[in-house]
T-cell receptor, first 116, second 109 residues
């Protein structure tokens, strides 16, 4: 059981470059999330998805884009990378139902991104 | 607005007990999670409370009072490996996770 697989683990980008962070989960979870975590800080939500074909902005969406074409995949796209996007990025997934069932969020290993 | 408050940092002694508090204000409530995060690693699940009361899991226990918007994580028989950040997250009416900034716990010998 792979859980949440996130790639790459590390990346250095030059200002203005673009890249896609990949995230895949095999638990059939409906919710998927992208967070960033700056040193010594908590998790900030970038984008989230409640199911295939549905995405929505979180707290800090500027400079990012996402898509959710399948239940399993939730890639995060950075366009025109800026130094302010230097951070650790976490993908996560969970299952929530209107009947009140909530599983815990499972996290990927994280991506350490540096923009220089 | 939605808000989760927890102390920024706490220090405790190996073998002792520590209580990390979390207060939440969210639009609706569908449960509260506690996670542990070691430096440089992803958060890992510790506990989930949706009803009032205490849930015990070995050395870790979590308490919830929905009427007070309050939870705490209790760690007993502290070990050096418990040095980590502890994150509190509330599930709102839209089933969104609202995260606190985390409490950094430092364990001293």
């Amino acid at each position: 059981n792979a859980g949440v697989t996130q790639t790459p683990k590390f990346r250095i980008l030059k200002i203005g470059q673009s890249m896609t962070l990949q995230c895949t989960q095999d638990m059939n979870h409906n919710y998927m999330y992208w967070y960033r975590q700056d040193p010594g800080m908590g998790l900030k939500l970038i984008y989230y998805s409640v199911g295939a074909g549905i995405t929505d902005k979180g707290e800090v969406p500027n400079g990012y884009n996402v898509s959710r074409s399948t239940t399993e995949d939730f890639p995060l796209r950075l366009e025109l990378a800026a130094p302010s996007q230097t951070s650790v990025y976490f993908c996560a997934s969970s299952y929530s139902s209107s009947a009140g069932m909530n599983t815990e969020a499972f996290f990927g290993q994280g991506t350490r991104l540096t923009v220089v | 607005g939605q808000n989760i408050d927890q102390p920024t940092e706490m220090t405790a002694t190996e073998g002792a007990i520590v209580q990390i508090n979390c207060t939440y204000q969210t639009s609706g409530f569908n449960g509260l999670f506690w996670y542990q995060q070691h430096a440089g690693e992803a958060p890992t699940f510790l506990s989930y409370n949706v009803l009032d009361g205490l849930e015990e899991k070995g050395r870790f226990s979590s308490f919830l009072s929905r009427s007070k918007g309050y939870s705490y994580l209790l760690l007993k028989e502290l070990q050096m490996k418990d040095s980590a950040s502890y994150l509190c997250a509330s599930v709102d009416s839209n089933y969104q996770l609202i995260w606190g900034a985390g409490t950094k716990l430092i364990i001293k010998p």
